[in-house]
């Protein structure tokens, strides 16, 4: 409450301005009248003209008062309109900051508190968290970090900057979010989490207000060399990280997001640039794209989070995903849903527990040249797919390396130390044209009903093909190698244990040892 | 196809490797097996020469109760004249002291040898404790007159901690595998250590001044000498042998610095001593001891590859392969020394420490290829300055 009352202070200004003006009236009327006196003649009629001009005076000055009071009731009510619209449609948070093209509003329950002035142009954040009243923002000199309570909406036209020659840090209380509506929110290197005054680290993952950053339309969001850590909650997508809301754009280069509830999400954005972005231990999936147009990736690395590395879904069609790499997501590394004319694209999934790739109810979807190992599954296309294509790409460990629930067409692809090479379910016919699968178990299962077109492959496993198989043109189903290094590994480690027996034995007889040695010495067997 | 060949590419070199290396060690291991001391009556006067320098007073007594308890000629302390206390202990037993003022290891073994009138000679180091029948076992090779040298069987002292008992196994390795194949192989070992060796003491005085003088790139030499002796005996067309049933204790570092050092130092005199001798014709009329000399130089360079390969792995995150070497490295490594974990089973966990212990080994080993004509005993005060032994510290006790 250090400038509670400043709202209040403005009103008495305005007041003041009003008065000087009907005062410097009063002060030339004054004039005349010793003017007058000078001349030492004061008729009745003359007193009587006076006084009416001083009425009349005084009349003036009432309506100007009015009028200035008129004018500041007004501004006050159109801002507090402002504020109590922002304030419901988000969800009436207890403190809210209003940022404004001229004036930053501070609100408290849906009621504006104060109005502070501020220059046009990009407003530091760093500004915004000194001038606030304390209970909604602090600033510490010392670490250089901006700390909020209440939720910041960057309005039409705004732009709200966090950069680090402002502040290194901007840490965001339970309740605080970013709100960015047809205005603009620009970080460069500073670090932008959630905060725990309590503990004085960041918020848990289960706090039902964590903060989030949000664009809705008409926004653009801009990170450069940003580290964002531990925001989002679960409850409502646009809340479970940083989102590039519906119309919303911006980019993010050299950006790093852990900890979030959802990494990164573009639902319905427009024109997003992601490049050299890391996103990691998001609770849920790393990076969602969900009918986000002309989205631009690279470099983009999705690591252990609690799901999915990066999950697409609803459109747009005939979009093409590549410059990902995913590793250690509890789920697949990248799973697209509902999609039609995908093309996935040199795409690196590593050690991601369930799966690399999961296409589901998608049509006409390509996978070019992927590179899997580790995953529990390297392709998995599920039931309601159709007309899927693996070309080139190598996929090795695991259960299964293709698991096709519907048809597939194989070209290319190397299946390399998976327990089943290539699984087809019932009635699933795959055709596979240059692949080669060197599987632990079986080289390619077939349900009843389904059936393999081969052609110009190999197939190197125990068991070579399960289920009914047609062979085109030149084909090798054989036993894997030998693995001869490993037997004679065997082999020398059994004669090292031979040669070490006869050896013993040659030296069975011999004079101990402990007989002969002094009484000091203890290592003598 | 393009992992089947990266997968080949990254381990098939390093399964051929494992495979080279094992064909070595069997080839070293067969007749190591075949191994057996000599037995027989065979007995010869011997005297014992001991350089004494800054030796801890308590090991030293100790010592010197143990070689008095053999039957020997007489025991020969040449003592250096700072190390005042090694002498007021060596005055308390029945041995003869030589006060020697000129430092060096080398020449107070010739100023032993010389004074001796023994036909053996056993060369000893100060710290080395002998079980009762040495002098006994040590003379039954000499029974064969082409036998100019004789190497004992030796082991830590009474091994506390890590790195002494890891030396122990090293030790054992060298006595039960290397050194028995050289002397089933040709009976030319590679050198006879100098903590116990026993001489010929005729061939000791025909080589000395070649000992005395050796150089090695134009600097004269100081440590290597037991290399030194062994090279200069099997040049001469003398054979050496491994008599297993003699056995001596000694003490060793027990902290990393200073097992480090000893370790530089004994790599350097062996770079020196085995480039030299491979240089040589001598040393192609024993095969097997060439065969041993190029096998330790080749194989200090190649173990690197299976801990950068680990590395690699470990960065990698290739858990399975990562956990598939190290399992290999503590298997095929606990075979290799089965005949000391045959003594010490508990030894087998000390294994995975001594395959690490190997590695730093070899970086040392690389070091010393790269320093090989520095001249410090690294462990003690002296050093050679200007084609000279200098102590660097004055009166050392």
């Known amino acids: 409450m250090r400038r509670a009352g400043k709202w209040a202070a403005g009103a008495l200004a305005l007041g003041a301005v009003g008065l000087f003006s009907v005062s410097g009236l009063s002060v030339r009327a004054a004039s005349t009248n010793v003017t007058i006196r000078a001349a030492g003649v004061i008729s009745p009629l003359k007193a009587s003209k006076d006084a009416a001009h001083q009425r009349y005076l005084q009349q003036i000055r009432a309506r100007k008062l009015a009028a200035a009071r008129a004018k500041l009731a007004a501004e006050h009510e159109r801002a507090q309109a402002v504020a109590t619209g922002i304030w419901t449609r988000e969800g009436k948070p207890a403190l809210l900051t209003v940022i404004g093209p001229t004036k930053v509003l501070v609100v408290e329950n849906g009621t504006v508190l104060q109005s502070l002035r501020r220059a046009k142009g990009p407003l530091p954040i760093g500004w915004l968290a000194r001038e606030l009243p304390a209970q909604w923002a602090t600033y510490d000199a010392a670490t250089r970090s901006a700390r909020f309570t209440s939720a910041l909406s960057v309005t039409d036209g705004c732009e709200l900057e966090a950069e680090p020659g402002d502040v290194a840090a901007v840490r965001l209380g339970d309740g605080a979010a970013i709100w960015v509506s047809r205005g603009t929110f620009r970080a460069g290197a500073v670090a932008i989490s959630s905060y725990d005054p309590q503990t004085g680290g960041t918020l848990p993952v289960t706090d039902p207000a964590r903060p989030f950053i949000r664009a809705g339309l008409g926004a653009t969001l801009a990170f450069d060399g940003t580290v964002i850590a531990a925001l989002g909650n679960r409850s409502a997508p646009d809340e479970s990280g940083v989102t590039w809301g519906k119309g919303a754009t911006g980019e993010a280069s050299q950006l790093v997001v852990s900890g979030n509830y959802t990494g ?93 790739i999961r296409l589901s109810r998608c049509d006409r979807c390509s996978v070019v040249d992927p590179v899997t190992s580790g995953d529990r599954m390297g392709v998995r296309v599920d039931a309601e797919s159709h007309g899927t294509s693996i070309t080139g790409g190598t996929i090795s460990g695991g259960d299964t390396g293709v698991d096709a629930g519907a048809a597939v067409s194989l070209s290319g692809t190397a299946i390399s130390g998976a327990s089943i090479g290539l699984h087809a379910a019932a009635g699933v016919e795959v055709r ?94 | 196809m393009t992992f089947v060949l990266r997968h080949y590419l990254a381990f098939f070199p390093l399964g051929v490797l494992g495979l080279f290396r094992w064909t070595v060690w069997l080839f070293r291991r067969v007749p190591a097996a075949l191994y057996r001391p000599v037995d ?24 010197i109760e143990s070689w008095l308890a053999n039957e020997v000629a007489e025991v020969v302390l040449v003592i250096d004249a700072t190390d005042t206390a090694c002498i007021e202990v060596a005055r308390r037993y029945p041995v003869r002291v030589l006060v020697t003022h000129v430092p060096g290891k080398r020449d107070a073994l010739r100023r032993g040898w010389e004074s001796c009138t023994t036909p053996l000679v056993a060369l000893v180091d100060s710290d080395t404790v002998w079980a009762a029948n040495v002098a006994a076992e040590v003379c039954k090779p000499f029974a064969d007159p082409r036998i100019g040298g004789v190497a004992t069987r030796q082991n830590v002292y009474n091994p506390r901690g890590f790195l002494p008992r890891v030396n122990d196994i090293f030790l054992d390795y060298r006595y039960f595998d290397e050194n028995a194949a050289q002397t089933v192989m040709g009976q030319a070992l590679s050198c006879l250590s100098g903590r116990t060796a026993v001489y010929r003491r005729e061939l000791l005085t025909e080589i000395a001044d070649e000992f005395m003088n050796e150089t090695f790139w134009g600097v004269p030499c100081m440590s290597g000498d037991d290399k030194r002796l062994t090279t200069l005996l099997l040049e001469r067309g003398h054979l050496t042998y491994l008599q297993r049933s003699a056995r001596v204790w000694s003490t060793f570092p027990d902290t990393w610095p200073v097992f480090c050092k000893q370790r530089l130092r004994w790599a350097r005199n062996t770079w020196r001593s085995d480039l030299r001798a491979l240089s040589r014709r001598w040393v192609w009329s024993h095969p097997f001891l060439a065969f041993c000399m190029l096998d330790k130089a080749i194989g200090g360079l190649t173990i690197f590859v299976s801990p950068t390969l680990m590395m690699l792995g470990l960065v990698d995150r290739k858990w399975f392969f990562v956990c598939c070497l190290a399992a290999w490295w503590w298997i095929s490594r606990a075979v290799k020394v089965l005949p000391h974990l045959r003594r010490r089973p508990v030894d087998l966990f000390l294994v995975p420490g001594y395959v690490l212990a190997t590695f730093v080994m070899a970086g040392v080993k690389f070091l010393a290829l790269l320093t090989i004509r520095r001249q410090r005993w690294l462990t003690r005060q002296v050093q050679v300055e200007n084609g000279r032994v200098v102590r660097t510290v004055e009166g050392g006790g």
């Open chain 2, 40 to 63: 027989n009556d065979y007995r010869l006067p011997l005297s014992i020469v001991v350089p004494v320098y800054q030796e801890h007073p308590v090991v030293f007594a100790r010592a």
């Open chain 1, 264 to 356: 990164l999400r573009l639902a319905s954005s427009r024109m997003v640039a992601l490049e050299d972005v890391s996103v990691s231990h998001s609770a849920l999936d790393g990076l969602v794209l969900e009918n986000d147009g002309g989205t631009t990736l690279s470099g983009v690395a999705s690591t252990d989070n609690g799901h999915d590395g990066v999950r697409l879904g609803f459109g747009p069609d005939r979009r093409t995903l590549k410059g990902v790499t995913t590793s250690g997501n509890q789920d697949y590394g990248v799973v697209a849903v509902a999609l039609s004319g995908l093309t996935v694209l040199g795409f690196t999934s590593q050690q991601d527990v369930v799966g690399g």
């Open chain 1, 432 to 525: 596979a044209d240059r692949i080669s699968i060197r599987a632990l178990r079986t080289g390619a299962h077939l349900e009843d009903g389904g059936g393999l077109l081969l052609s110009g492959s190999t197939v190197l496993a125990p068991v070579g093909i399960k289920g009914r198989v047609v062979y085109s043109g030149h084909n090798t189903v054989a036993l894997p190698p030998f693995p001869w290094l490993g037997i004679v590994a065997i082999a020398a480690i059994v004669l090292g244990l031979l040669l070490e027996t006869v050896h013993a034995l040659r030296q069975a007889g011999r004079i101990s040892t402990r007989a002969v040695a002094p009484d000091h010495v203890l290592n003598t067997a």
